[in-house]
């Protein structure tokens, strides 16, 4: 068979399927707590489920020789409602994000006990409501970030106090950082809007901000973006 990363010998084991041979070495490289699906690319995956029972979880780089580079939504939700297609059965404390991330699906891991999340230097894109109803303390960006976009209500009723986004954020939407506990933040140079008409939860609605320098470049600030 063809080696889906495109080079080393095929080892005389089934995958985990019984059927294909994993590339020599990618036999060890097995996560069973972890569902993904591949990417067309025959290099890359994509972690859409988690069956294990671990509250403090190390997501792998890597999964049978497939990059990891995304979290699917719902992929570490653990609130049932109809909207959600994925629930988990284990309230997570604690996830150690690859460095080879580069998006994270919305609502990918709400309604979680995190207490701090760190992210490096390849993601671009955390979606909507992707790490809401947490315990967040701390959010740490890299000095190297490549982040683009981060969803509406992201990070919205968490315990973040001290708050520095990464260059890069053009726009800050709905509830993303609402229902926190804000008292420092730093905006990012590249931001211009800051979104929310009145009848939306503002951006930064219900923190402790008292003061803080709004970018040159920024042209519209929302009705309740601090409320």
Known sequence: GKDPVGEGE??????????????????????PDFIVRNNEDNKTTVIIDYIGTE??????????????????????NTLSDSLATNTIEVDLKSVELPNTLTFIGKYAFRSNSLKEVKFDGSLETIGAGAFMNNMIKE???????????IGIFAFFNNKITDLSIPEGIKTLGSGTFANNLINGLDLPKTL????????????FED?????????????????????
């Open 139 to 149: 959010i740490v960006f890299s000095t190297h970030s490549k982040l683009e976009s």
């Open 207 to 227: 923190n402790h901000i008292k003061e803080f320098v709004i970018p040159a470049d920024v042209t519209l600030i929302g009705a309740n973006a601090f409320n």
């Open 10 to 31: 095929l080892a005389e084991v089934p995958d985990v399927d019984g059927d294909i041979p994993l590339p020599v070495g990618c036999a060890t490289n097995i996560y």
């Open 192 to 203: 211009l809007t800051i979104t929310g008409r009145e009848t939306d939860i503002g951006a």
């Open 55 to 76: 509250r403090n979880v190390i997501i792998p780089s890597s999964i049978e020789c497939y990059t990891v580079v995304g979290i699917d939504p719902y992929a570490f």
